[in-house]
Protein backbone atom coordinates (compact mmCIF):
# COMPACT_ATOMS: atom_id res chain seq x y z
CA UNK A 1 0.00 0.00 0.00
CA UNK A 2 2.84 2.20 0.88
CA UNK A 3 4.58 1.63 -2.74
CA UNK A 4 1.20 2.46 -4.44
CA UNK A 5 1.07 5.91 -2.79
CA UNK A 6 4.64 6.65 -3.32
CA UNK A 7 4.45 6.16 -6.73
CA UNK A 8 1.28 8.30 -6.79
CA UNK A 9 3.02 11.02 -5.38
CA UNK A 10 6.03 10.32 -8.01
CA UNK A 11 3.46 10.47 -10.81
CA UNK A 12 1.89 13.57 -10.06
CA UNK A 13 5.54 14.94 -9.14
CA UNK A 14 6.55 14.31 -12.54
CA UNK A 15 3.26 15.52 -14.06
CA UNK A 16 3.93 18.68 -12.40
CA UNK A 17 7.67 18.93 -13.61
CA UNK A 18 6.74 18.55 -16.87
CA UNK A 19 4.51 21.71 -16.86
CA UNK A 20 6.82 23.34 -15.44
CA UNK A 21 8.86 22.94 -18.48
CA UNK A 22 6.51 23.73 -21.35
CA UNK A 23 5.12 26.99 -19.70
CA UNK A 24 8.83 28.31 -19.42
CA UNK A 25 9.22 27.04 -22.68
CA UNK A 26 5.95 28.60 -24.11
CA UNK A 27 7.13 32.03 -22.00
CA UNK A 28 10.65 31.46 -23.99
CA UNK A 29 8.74 31.50 -26.87
CA UNK A 30 6.84 34.13 -26.79
CA UNK A 31 9.59 36.79 -25.24
CA UNK A 32 11.63 35.61 -28.60
CA UNK A 33 8.55 36.44 -30.87
CA UNK A 34 7.86 39.44 -29.10
CA UNK A 35 11.32 40.63 -29.48
CA UNK A 36 11.22 39.76 -33.04
CA UNK A 37 7.97 41.62 -33.83
CA UNK A 38 9.00 44.93 -31.83
CA UNK A 39 12.75 44.23 -33.89
CA UNK A 40 10.53 44.08 -37.33
CA UNK A 41 8.63 47.21 -36.17
CA UNK A 42 11.65 49.25 -35.25
CA UNK A 43 12.92 48.35 -38.48
CA UNK A 44 9.91 49.93 -40.67
CA UNK A 45 9.68 52.93 -38.23
CA UNK A 46 13.10 53.45 -39.18
CA UNK A 47 12.39 53.38 -42.36
CA UNK A 48 9.33 54.84 -42.34
CA UNK A 49 11.04 57.48 -40.88
CA UNK A 50 14.04 58.29 -43.53
CA UNK A 51 10.86 57.86 -46.28
CA UNK A 52 9.34 60.91 -44.59
CA UNK A 53 12.59 62.44 -44.12
CA UNK A 54 13.19 62.53 -48.15
CA UNK A 55 10.09 63.52 -48.59
CA UNK A 56 10.19 66.59 -46.22
CA UNK A 57 13.83 67.52 -47.73
CA UNK A 58 12.29 66.89 -51.24
CA UNK A 59 9.34 69.51 -50.50
CA UNK A 60 12.31 71.88 -48.85
CA UNK A 61 13.81 71.46 -52.53
CA UNK A 62 11.10 72.22 -54.71
CA UNK A 63 9.93 75.57 -52.24
CA UNK A 64 13.63 76.88 -52.72
CA UNK A 65 13.67 75.86 -56.40
CA UNK A 66 10.33 78.10 -56.31
CA UNK A 67 11.23 80.91 -54.81
CA UNK A 68 14.51 81.17 -56.97
CA UNK A 69 12.48 81.28 -59.87
CA UNK A 70 10.44 83.93 -58.24
CA UNK A 71 13.63 85.93 -57.44
CA UNK A 72 14.52 85.65 -60.83
CA UNK A 73 11.28 85.64 -62.82
CA UNK A 74 9.10 88.09 -60.90
CA UNK A 75 5.92 89.00 -62.04
CA UNK A 76 6.33 92.98 -61.44
CA UNK A 77 9.42 93.13 -62.93
CA UNK A 78 8.47 91.70 -66.39
CA UNK A 79 5.02 94.35 -66.16
CA UNK A 80 7.48 97.03 -65.70
CA UNK A 81 9.43 95.95 -68.60
CA UNK A 82 7.02 96.05 -70.70
CA UNK A 83 5.31 98.66 -69.65
CA UNK A 84 8.44 100.72 -70.33
CA UNK A 85 9.02 99.01 -73.65
CA UNK A 86 5.66 100.33 -74.84
CA UNK A 87 6.16 103.95 -73.46
CA UNK A 88 9.55 103.77 -74.95
CA UNK A 89 7.81 102.67 -78.62
CA UNK A 90 5.17 105.38 -78.03
CA UNK A 91 7.91 108.49 -77.74
CA UNK A 92 9.58 107.40 -80.76
CA UNK A 93 6.42 107.70 -82.62
CA UNK A 94 6.12 110.89 -81.63
CA UNK A 95 6.96 113.70 -84.25
CA UNK A 96 10.16 115.99 -83.47
CA UNK A 97 10.22 119.62 -84.55
CA UNK A 98 12.05 119.86 -87.72
CA UNK A 99 13.39 123.34 -85.59
CA UNK A 100 13.72 125.08 -82.69
CA UNK A 101 11.42 127.46 -81.40
CA UNK A 102 10.15 129.52 -78.42
CA UNK A 103 6.65 130.09 -77.01
CA UNK A 104 6.81 133.89 -78.67
CA UNK A 105 8.01 132.29 -81.75
CA UNK A 106 4.71 129.62 -82.47
CA UNK A 107 2.84 132.74 -81.08
CA UNK A 108 4.68 134.64 -84.06
CA UNK A 109 4.42 132.05 -86.55
CA UNK A 110 0.61 131.75 -86.03
CA UNK A 111 0.11 135.19 -85.98
CA UNK A 112 1.70 135.51 -89.18
CA UNK A 113 0.11 132.53 -91.21
CA UNK A 114 -3.61 134.29 -89.49
CA UNK A 115 -2.39 137.57 -91.43
CA UNK A 116 -1.38 136.21 -95.01
CA UNK A 117 -3.41 133.16 -94.81
CA UNK A 118 -5.97 133.08 -92.52
CA UNK A 119 -8.94 133.18 -94.92
CA UNK A 120 -7.62 130.47 -97.47
CA UNK A 121 -7.64 126.67 -97.78
CA UNK A 122 -5.94 124.45 -94.96
CA UNK A 123 -2.87 123.71 -97.82
CA UNK A 124 -2.95 127.56 -98.21
CA UNK A 125 -2.24 127.76 -94.29
CA UNK A 126 0.24 125.30 -94.72
CA UNK A 127 2.40 126.30 -97.69
CA UNK A 128 2.54 129.85 -95.81
CA UNK A 129 3.81 128.59 -92.58
CA UNK A 130 6.24 126.00 -94.62
CA UNK A 131 7.48 129.20 -96.47
CA UNK A 132 8.93 131.07 -93.26
CA UNK A 133 10.08 127.23 -91.71
CA UNK A 134 12.12 126.92 -95.26
CA UNK A 135 14.01 130.23 -94.48
CA UNK A 136 14.63 129.18 -91.24
CA UNK A 137 16.22 125.90 -92.58
CA UNK A 138 17.87 127.89 -95.44
CA UNK A 139 21.65 128.84 -94.32
CA UNK A 140 20.81 132.61 -97.08
CA UNK A 141 18.15 133.29 -93.62
CA UNK A 142 18.56 133.74 -90.10
CA UNK A 143 18.00 130.92 -88.21
CA UNK A 144 14.85 131.48 -86.17
CA UNK A 145 11.21 132.32 -86.33
CA UNK A 146 11.76 135.55 -85.33
CA UNK A 147 14.92 136.32 -87.09
CA UNK A 148 13.08 135.67 -90.16
CA UNK A 149 10.00 137.02 -89.45
CA UNK A 150 11.69 140.11 -88.45
CA UNK A 151 14.27 140.68 -90.91
CA UNK A 152 14.71 144.01 -92.87
CA UNK A 153 16.37 144.38 -96.06
CA UNK A 154 17.13 147.57 -97.47
CA UNK A 155 15.99 148.99 -94.62
CA UNK A 156 12.66 147.49 -94.78
CA UNK A 157 10.96 144.43 -93.37
CA UNK A 158 10.69 141.29 -95.69
CA UNK A 159 7.16 141.03 -93.92
CA UNK A 160 5.68 144.28 -94.19
CA UNK A 161 2.84 143.31 -91.34
CA UNK A 162 6.16 143.35 -88.92
CA UNK A 163 6.58 147.32 -88.95
CA UNK A 164 6.12 148.61 -84.95
CA UNK A 165 2.24 149.07 -84.33
CA UNK A 166 1.58 147.14 -87.13
CA UNK A 167 -0.57 144.23 -87.84
CA UNK A 168 1.87 141.90 -85.93
CA UNK A 169 2.04 143.65 -83.06
CA UNK A 170 -1.69 144.47 -82.60
CA UNK A 171 -2.51 140.35 -83.86
CA UNK A 172 -0.08 139.05 -81.30
CA UNK A 173 -1.58 141.30 -78.73
CA UNK A 174 -5.33 139.62 -79.54
CA UNK A 175 -3.73 136.13 -79.31
CA UNK A 176 -6.13 133.70 -77.54
CA UNK A 177 -8.95 136.61 -77.00
CA UNK A 178 -10.33 136.39 -80.42
CA UNK A 179 -14.27 136.08 -81.10
CA UNK A 180 -16.02 134.71 -84.01
CA UNK A 181 -14.34 133.79 -87.37
CA UNK A 182 -11.11 135.46 -85.64
CA UNK A 183 -11.38 132.44 -82.89
CA UNK A 184 -12.09 130.37 -85.50
CA UNK A 185 -9.07 131.30 -88.09
CA UNK A 186 -6.85 131.43 -85.12
CA UNK A 187 -7.39 127.41 -83.82
CA UNK A 188 -7.01 126.88 -87.38
CA UNK A 189 -3.36 128.35 -87.54
CA UNK A 190 -2.27 126.83 -84.69
CA UNK A 191 -3.12 123.39 -85.82
CA UNK A 192 -1.68 124.06 -89.46
CA UNK A 193 1.42 125.34 -87.42
CA UNK A 194 1.82 122.51 -85.54
CA UNK A 195 1.55 120.31 -88.50
CA UNK A 196 4.43 122.32 -90.28
CA UNK A 197 6.70 122.37 -87.66
CA UNK A 198 6.62 118.73 -87.20
CA UNK A 199 7.48 118.13 -90.61
CA UNK A 200 4.17 118.56 -92.57
CA UNK A 201 4.64 120.08 -96.23
CA UNK A 202 1.68 121.35 -98.47
CA UNK A 203 4.10 121.15 -101.77
CA UNK A 204 7.56 118.48 -102.62
CA UNK A 205 9.47 122.25 -103.12
CA UNK A 206 10.89 124.12 -100.37
CA UNK A 207 9.54 127.81 -101.35
CA UNK A 208 11.13 130.43 -99.39
CA UNK A 209 8.75 133.53 -100.74
CA UNK A 210 4.89 133.73 -101.44
CA UNK A 211 2.49 137.32 -102.73
CA UNK A 212 -0.99 137.80 -103.99
CA UNK A 213 -1.13 135.71 -107.59
CA UNK A 214 -1.43 138.18 -110.31
CA UNK A 215 -2.05 137.22 -114.16
CA UNK A 216 1.70 137.05 -115.77
CA UNK A 217 3.65 136.17 -112.17
CA UNK A 218 3.83 132.45 -113.50
CA UNK A 219 6.16 134.10 -116.18
CA UNK A 220 8.18 136.03 -114.25
CA UNK A 221 8.91 132.88 -111.54
CA UNK A 222 8.23 129.70 -113.66
CA UNK A 223 9.23 127.45 -110.92
CA UNK A 224 6.56 128.54 -108.47
CA UNK A 225 3.06 127.32 -107.55
CA UNK A 226 -0.13 128.76 -106.62
CA UNK A 227 -2.19 127.72 -104.10
CA UNK A 228 -5.44 129.41 -103.61
CA UNK A 229 -5.06 133.29 -104.27
CA UNK A 230 -1.03 132.78 -103.24
CA UNK A 231 1.78 132.11 -105.92
CA UNK A 232 5.03 130.60 -103.65
CA UNK A 233 8.10 131.16 -105.35
CA UNK A 234 11.78 131.30 -104.52
CA UNK A 235 14.28 133.46 -106.61
Not at 125 to 133: D, E, G, H, Q, R
Not at 176 to 191: A, F, L, P, V
Not at 221 to 230: E, F, N, R, S
Amino acid sequence: MKIKIITFVCMILAGMMLSGSNSIAKAEETASSGTAIEAEYTEEGVEDADELSDDEDTEVEDEEELDADEEETPLSKSYTKKTVTKAEKKADKTPKSVIKYTDEEFKILVCVTFLEAGNQSYKGKLATANAVINRVLSKKFPNSIKGVIYQKYAGHYQFALCAPGGKLDQTMKNYGKNKGWRNDYEKTCIEVCKDALAGKTATDRKYHFFRLYYKGIENWKADGVKIDDTYYYNY
